[in-house]
């Protein structure tokens, strides 16, 4: 049988058999002795990845980087490792050419490996075979491959798991509350947009603020806004990006969103529901949730970093169940109240809402008129419902029309203000809790208001 039968029926065999390892590497040497190292490489290479310390597979490939050449006979060294004696360097090529009269090769320069290199400085050096896989890439495959649900490794500084965003909305966008704005202007944007009178009266550019009030009424918005109306970035937290199952991750949340906050400086820090995070330690039976609270305390205090130039605006319904220690002077020391919209703010509202769909002899004041102690959430509802009333008007009349007056009315009879559940348990906390005068602003509403 000729040497290419041979070798096609051995390639069969092995097709057949691929863990046949024996197998393969006979048929590399056969392919090595008809001069085919191409091909004996890719099948040596197949071995060496399920047994890299076979030693007849790293003979094997040794000899097919030589180009076919047979291995040589023990005592006489392998090119390109130095070993003393008359028969090493380039005399000994030279006689070795002049007796068989080809040309001396040059010897194989060797490379240094680099640092990002197997073998290189701070890589392990006791695998002969990465320096093969390396440079027979284009042909052996790798004898590992990464994981499919293998993280992506995290390069410089990319935040960990919270979005660092930049606020387009300003306080121009917010309709009415003219006294948050008043309130806002004089701890936060006046210091800001005066460095020298901020220097010369000593102000710091950190600080904290509540805003707490009826569900709906803006809070949110109100403090993108005031992201957007200082140029700051602006970070928004829940408890859900802190809570862990895990002892100890959930604090080490909570100091990696400050540690994002002081290096996005300026920075507007959002706590969403900070009730649920700093809850009365008082009434806090689970050892955890005590011990978010008292991170969250160290947090603010910078006792691990500087809070220079991070502006720390809390939001809650309930601001009777928050830590009395979360408001305390250098903390959560400014408490607003946020209200109902007023008229102005309402009118506002509707107008933004109304202002993409079709309507038609619409009276804003009358609507205005009639949805006192309506949140923006409530007024949004508002329209939203109006815009159905006319939209299955018109599928059952089979001809479109325009949202008017009567869809309003339909819809006002259905929707009720949302903020008087949470004004009743107000008015109990402003007549019995209001010790310290937190709530004076929520007294002096309702007695406007008739309410207390």
């Known amino acids: 049988m000729s040497s290419d039968s041979l070798i096609d029926s ?65 005592g006489t060294p392998i090119p390109g490792t130095p070993t003393p004696g008359p028969a090493t360097g380039p005399d000994a090529a030279a006689e070795a050419a002049a007796g068989t009269g080809a040309a001396p090769k040059p010897p194989r320069p060797t490379r240094s490996p680099g640092p990002d290199q197997p073998g290189g400085p701070g890589q392990p050096g006791d695998d ?40 387009t909305v300003r306080l121009g966008d917010v309709g009415g509350m003219t006294e948050v704005k008043e309130r806002l202007e004089l701890a936060f944007l006046g210091p800001l947009r005066n460095p020298e009178l901020r220097k010369l009266y000593g102000k710091s550019l950190r600080g904290g603020l509540m805003l707490y009030g009826p569900p709906g009424c803006g809070k949110t918005f109100l403090a993108k806004a005031i992201a957007g109306e200082m140029g700051a970035k602006f970070i928004s937290l829940s408890i859900v990006d802190v809570l862990d199952m895990w002892i100890g991750n959930s604090e080490r949340n909570l100091h990696e969103l400050f540690q994002t906050a002081r290096r996005s400086a300026p920075c507007v820090l959002f706590l969403d529901e900070v009730d649920a995070l700093g809850h009365k330690r008082s009434k806090v039976t689970s050892s955890g949730m005590r011990t978010i609270g008292n991170q969250l305390l160290a947090e603010l205090d910078g006792v691990e970093g500087n809070n ?10 309930t601001p009777w169940d928050v830590d009395p220690a979360l408001r305390r002077p250098g903390r959560l020391d400014r408490v607003v109240l946020v209200l109902p919209p007023d008229a102005p703010a309402r009118t506002s509202i509707l107008e933004y809402h109304l202002r993409d769909r079709p309507i038609a002899n619409i009276d804003v004041r009358r609507i205005v008129a009639a949805t006192e102690d309506f949140s923006g959430a409530d007024l949004a509802h508002l329209c939203e419902s109006a815009a159905e009333y006319a939209m299955a008007d018109s599928i059952r009349r089979g001809e479109v029309r325009m949202i008017e007056q009567r869809d309003f009315d339909r819809a006002l009879k259905d929707v009720r203000p949302s903020t008087r559940p949470w004004f009743a348990t107000a008015r109990n906390v402003a007549m019995f809790a209001n010790e310290g005068g937190m709530y004076d602003d929520l007294v002096g509403y309702l007695k406007r208001r008739k309410l207390l």
């Open 10 to 74: 051995l390639t069969s065999a092995v097709n057949a058999s691929p863990q046949d390892v024996p197998l393969r590497l006979h048929l590399a040497g056969l392919l090595l002795d008809v001069g085919r190292p191409a091909e004996a490489i890719a099948h040596v290479g197949q071995a060496l990845a399920s047994n890299p310390a076979d030693p007849q597979a790293q003979a094997l490939m040794q000899r097919a980087l030589r180009g076919g050449a047979p291995a040589p006979v023990s």
């Open 128 to 167: 002969p075979l990465a320096a093969y896989e390396q440079e027979l890439a284009d042909v052996v495959p790798p004898r590992f491959s990464p994981a499919g649900d293998q993280p992506e490794p995290v390069t410089g500084d990319a935040d960990r798991m919270f979005d660092v965003e930049v606020s």
């Open 308 to 317: 220079e130039g991070v502006f720390v605006l809390a939001a809650t319904n």
